[in-house]
């Protein structure tokens, strides 16, 4: 038996993609520029803005095992009306949540405007038969989920067989019907910012609306590198086509002044129009609390205790 | 001319069909975050630091001090007459004989060290003076002037005892009483440059810092009073020209170090020819920032940015000429045009600045002169479109395409935040325009090939070359130029070299 010299999967439409060559990365220089948009100073009025904004980008989210319908309930509650002492505040993006809660979180959120985002196939691993995965995707979506969370094959990825990465993600979006895309690439798993690069060009060209870090389930998850690696693609595919690709950093976001960095690293990579929901989201749990103190101290000049902001 | 301005949304821009324009407007903006400079204390009048004591100058002149942000003055200065001068040597000599040069080094090590750490302790109000008194942004003299300083003193400390060590076990004798002369773009680190190397080989110092900005030099005196250095041995006397041409001139100096422009270098190597006097010269520069196609391009605009706006362009390794190859030539200026248009330009004490003031209106007249050279023989100009404060010395960073390798743009150093943009097509070509300059000080390289940076290096005549990155600094690394940007080293085990006398 002759083994293929090359990995080959059935023709896909990758390869119909004949200049996907995506740009080198350098480390160092990322590292530095993030590190130097980092030390932005948002003070004031500027922060209290930036603060709000990054409440109404966020997907509130609980991904465990132990998920039950009473904790998926309150948690939707909290999203629509983050403080309830503060009726002026926004309410959060979406809920996310496994596939099994999207009914009852769809019924809990009614009309409040948040979108409920669930993510599918076979999250976080995505280690199963394709079929299942759309499939997966296809119920979450009946179920009412108005965005899915995918993951991509971190192993296609790693042997160089983009051809399968980029089938995968173009039939998930097709399975999506009306429902939103978010690309999950797990860069923690990826191994340096070119493959981050390089997968973002995939899912990006595959149709994905938007691009994601992290599961959550994997260390680092969201990083300021990372983040402006993928929004470098972004940038690049808006300039080549004028198509808006949304951003999604998740997990290890905890912390307002984190949230903070990542809105100055937007606005000055890709400008105005990213700053909304529909085009850059946080996955968080912990840090619209963090968030909510951060306002609360603005507000009143005090910082409040932990136990004053509800634990759902 | 064409404005860089913010942009509008998904336009297609002109003259590039299938491309859209970014855009950078007012959906979040900073609010003002500047640094208080109400802590600090700016004495009204300063004298000349002379044998350990703040000394009136004999000639009883002072002259202004003024921030290049506000034009208000900020302080009187004493200015140093031919016989102040002198005055200073022969104290200096005095500290040389008989203090300095008998110092186990271990113990002129415990001085450097003491200075270092005074250094780190009063960062903040170091920063905020050298951002008052010289228009850099707050954040660079934070996060640069004042931490790099303070490396550089730590450096030489560790030196002071191991002297043995960097000559392959010659013995290294201190020179005697060094001159030393700087220029107004780093004030406190070219202090700390010129000083560390030479208390650590044992010599004594007379130090003249720029007219335009004289008072982190005269704080710096300030530390080395605390410090409790014998007295004599770092000197230093404020003023003008007339007082660097008494130092040079004067008999008693035994070394000379010069940090400025070439012309002025030129005149001190010949005003000591012929003398005994030791002589190292780091000058100007029209560095070549060369980013061929394989580079990673989001990193290299980076590098650009840095490499020409750092500092308002006062940096004489500054990366002014940008050779592109061709084939990444209209990318790279749509990038580079994004993003320029989110620098902040104002406050310099604001901590968002990115561009602060030009030092001084003399400097600022150079430049518009310079610039309109560059328009007149038919260059391209861009420049941000940005407000301008009313008061104070300011230019918008601006870049050149369309420009000639002869045009003087692209020939002489402008010493501000402009930067001419010209295109190569193969490496070979690439390293004959990039060494085609009277100067060469440093350059860049910017490939994703570690092969083609290790050749460029070999082939680039400059003292300093960096790969995939530009204007990184360390006490340890050596930095001189090649040509008319000087010789001598200064930093590293070469700097020592200079103000030793190996047997």
Redesign the interface.
């Known amino acids: 038996m002759t083994t293929a010299l090359f990995k080959r999967s059935a023709p896909t439409r990758a390869s119909r993609f004949p200049l996907f060559n995506p ?4 480390q ?3 590292e ?2 993030v590190a130097n948009l980092a ?9 209290v ?2 603060l709000k ?1 990054s409440i109404s980008m966020m997907d509130l989210t609980t991904l465990e095992g132990k998920d039950t319908e009473g904790k998926v309930l309150q948690l939707c509650r909290k999203a629509v009306r983050p403080l309830d002492s503060d009726s002026d505040l926004p309410s959060c993006a979406a809920i996310c949540v496994y596939p099994n809660f999207v009914r009852i979180a769809k019924d809990a959120l009614g009309a409040s405007g948040v979108k409920v985002a669930s993510v599918a196939t076979a999250f976080p691993s995505g280690q199963s038969p394709l079929e299942i995965k759309l499939d997966d995707v296809r119920r979450a979506v009946e179920f009412g989920a108005d965005e899915i969370d995918m993951v991509i094959d971190r192993g296609a990825m790693l042997s160089g067989d983009y051809g399968k990465v980029f089938d995968e993600i173009a039939a998930t979006k097709e399975a999506c019907g009306p429902a939103h895309l978010k690309v999950i690439l797990e860069t923690g798993e990826l191994g340096s910012y070119d493959v981050v690069r390089k997968a973002s060009d995939l899912a990006i060209a595959a149709g994905g609306d938007f691009i994601k870090t992290s599961t959550g389930k994997v260390q680092p998850a969201a990083t300021l590198g990372v983040t402006l690696v993928m929004l ?1 693609a972004i ?1 690049d595919h ?5 198509t808006r690709i949304g951003m999604k950093p998740a997990g290890g976001v905890r912390t307002a002044k984190q949230a903070l960095q990542y ?1 100055v690293v937007v ?2 990579t ?4 990213w ?1 909304t929901p529909d085009l850059f989201r946080f996955g968080a749990s912990a840090l619209l609390n963090d968030v909510l103190m951060q306002l609360e101290k603005e507000r009143t000049g005090l910082y409040q205790a932990s136990e004053d902001f509800s634990k759902d | 001319m064409s404005d860089i301005t913010k942009g509008a949304p998904g336009v297609p821009q002109a003259g590039t069909p299938a491309s859209f324009a970014l855009d950078f407007g007012k959906a979040w903006e900073y609010a003002p975050a500047p640094e208080s400079p109400d802590h600090v204390k700016i004495a009204p009048k300063y004298e000349l630091f002379i044998g350990g004591k703040w000394t009136a100058p004999q000639s009883k002149k002072y002259f202004d001090t003024v921030n290049p942000a506000t034009e208000q003055k900020l302080a009187e200065v004493a200015e140093a007459s031919a016989a102040d001068v002198d005055a200073a040597v022969v104290a200096a000599r005095t500290a040389f004989e008989k203090y300095w040069a008998k110092m186990p080094g271990k113990e002129r090590a415990k001085y450097i060290f003491r200075i270092a750490r005074a250094i780190q302790e009063k960062a903040r109000e170091l920063a905020i003076v050298e951002t008052m008194d010289g228009g850099k942004p707050i954040k660079e003299s934070r996060d640069f002037d004042i931490p790099t300083a303070a490396a550089h003193f730590f450096y030489h400390a560790g030196w002071a005892d191991k002297l043995e060590y960097a000559f392959h076990g010659r013995k290294a004798r201190p020179l005697g009483v060094a001159g030393q002369i700087i220029p107004w773009n780093f004030p406190f680190l070219m202090a700390a440059w010129k000083i560390a190397p030479a208390l650590a080989c044992g010599n004594t110092v007379v130090l003249k810092p720029a007219e335009t900005t004289p008072l982190t030099a005269l704080l710096l005196a300030q530390i080395i009073e605390e410090c409790e250095l014998p007295p004599g041995v770092v000197n230093i006397v404020t003023g003008a020209g007339a007082t660097g041409a008494a130092l040079v001139d004067h008999p008693g100096i035994d070394k000379i170090a010069f940090t400025g422009s070439t012309a002025v270098g030129k005149r001190i190597q010949r005003a000591v020819a012929g003398t005994k006097k030791r002589l190292t010269l780091e000058l100007g520069g029209k560095a070549a920032n060369i980013v061929f196609a394989d580079a990673p391009i989001d990193q290299a605009i980076e590098g650009i940015v840095s490499g020409i706006f750092f500092n308002q362009g006062h940096v004489c390794c500054a990366g002014s000429r940008l050779l592109l190859e061709e084939s990444v030539h209209d990318v790279v200026i749509r990038k580079l045009k994004d993003r320029m248009a989110t620098m902040r330009l104002g406050d310099p004490l604001d901590k968002n600045t990115d561009i602060g003031a030009i030092n001084s209106k003399a400097q600022l007249e150079r430049i518009k002169e310079l610039v309109a050279s560059g328009e007149l023989e038919g260059a391209e100009r861009h420049s941000l479109a940005c407000t301008i404060p009313e008061k104070g010395y300011w230019f918008p960073p601006t870049f050149f395409t369309n420009a000639g390798q002869a045009f003087r743009i692209a020939r002489e150093e402008i010493f501000g935040p402009v930067l001419t943009i010209m295109t190569f097509r193969t490496p070979d070509e690439a390293i004959e325009k990039a060494n085609n300059t009277m100067y060469g000080l440093s350059a860049g390289v910017w490939t994703d090939k570690g092969s083609k940076i290790f050749h460029m290096a070999t082939q680039l005549k400059a003292g300093v070359v960096w790969g995939d990155t530009f204007n990184k600094f360390d006490p340890s690394s050596p930095f001189g130029g090649f040509k008319e940007s000087g010789f001598g080293r200064e930093g590293g085990r070469q700097g020592l070299g200079a103000y030793v006398e190996v047997e």
């Open positions: 740009p080198p990365v350098d160092v220089a990322i530095e520029r030390k932005r100073s948002i003070k004031k009025a500027s922060k803005a930036g904004l470098e940038r808006f300039y080549a086509t004028g809105l606005k000055e890709l400008g105005d129009p700053l």
